[in-house]
């Protein structure tokens, strides 16, 4: 499994401070929603001149002007933009359309899609990289939720890669890495940035993983 970071600060010094601690066991760096409606696309170009090696995620969680607003996140320095789920299918078409110009990826965002497996089969068949089974804030105190979730949509999905987020801690990550099938990746964010050690937390994690 990768682990995906979610920084959700509104600065990108904040978000580079973070990174400086946690930065050896990421394979995903994300410019949260949030930070990126703070600061713009130039948080993306900052983090990619910052870490290279890793991929940068831009949480557009795009609804419309799928390829405009995906192209030029790209060119910003995103590897990966996401689009909601619940958006119409010529979004999305032209996020990908922008992604794979690029040499780039696209990941669906199915926070709030009622008819999960259904429509995770068909964006799967559009083509997208990565779908995200998202928890609202409303269930995080229900891991079963994305787990459950996972599974559904794991019968639908047969090329893209699939991970689960909302409210992941470390005393969580061995129950998910245990169960199957496992997410390709986990995303965390809260459970890494209000840390003490980050750092410490970041690692355990990944260790937990294997």
């Known amino acids: 499994m990768k682990l995906q970071a979610a920084i959700d600060y509104d600065t990108i010094r904040e978000a580079l401070?973070?990174?400086?601690?946690i930065h050896p066991y990421v394979d995903i760096v994300e410019i949260g929603t949030m930070l990126g409606l703070c600061e713009g696309f130039r948080a993306l170009t900052a983090m990619k001149e910052h870490y290279p090696h890793l991929k940068v995620l831009c949480d557009a969680k795009l609804v419309d002007g799928g390829y405009d607003i995906a192209a030029r996140a790209f060119d910003a320095g995103a590897d990966i933009v996401t689009?909601?789920?619940?958006?119409?299918?010529?979004t999305c078409r032209g996020i990908l359309k922008a992604a794979h110009e690029r040499n780039k990826e696209?990941?669906?965002d199915m926070i709030g899609v009622p008819n999960l497996a259904e429509r995770a089969e068909a964006l799967d068949k559009m083509g997208f990289d990565?779908?995200?089974?998202?928890?609202?804030?409303?269930m995080l105190s229900c891991l079963s939720a994305p787990i459950d979730a996972l599974k559904a949509i794991r019968k639908s999905v047969k090329n893209a890669r699939t991970g689960i987020s909302g409210g992941i801690t470390l005393k969580q990550i061995p129950e998910i890495a245990a169960?199957?099938?496992r997410p390709d990746w986990i995303v965390v964010g809260g459970a890494l940035y209000n840390a003490?050690?980050?750092?410490?937390?970041a690692k355990q994690m990944k260790e937990a993983m294997k």
């Open 17 to 21: 401070d973070l990174m400086e601690k």
């Open 83 to 90: 689009v909601v789920g619940l958006a119409n299918d010529d």
């Open 106 to 108: 696209a990941m669906v």
């Open 130 to 138: 990565y779908i995200l089974v998202h928890t609202a804030h409303d």
């Open 179 to 181: 169960d199957r099938p």
């Open 196 to 201: 003490q050690n980050p750092g410490e937390v």
